[in-house]
């Protein structure tokens, strides 16, 4: 019984450090995006002014 305990746990730790890289792989994707997006509005001028 011991070792199937064990093997739980260990499934677990390595579900949940698989989990925390996904997380960060999809926020590394997130954030080139947004410096994408971010890049794309400095080089074309905005289509209408905020100003007028």
Same mark, same amino acid.
């Given at each position: ?22 997380? !960060? ?12 997006? !971010? ?14």
């Amino acid at each position: 019984m011991q070792n199937l305990d064990d093997r739980l746990a260990n499934r677990r730790e390595t579900l949940k450090v698989a989990g925390q890289g996904r997380v !960060a792989s999809f926020e590394r994707a997130a954030g080139s995006i947004a410096i994408g997006r !971010a890049r794309q509005t400095h080089e074309r001028p905005p289509l209408e002014s905020p100003l007028e």
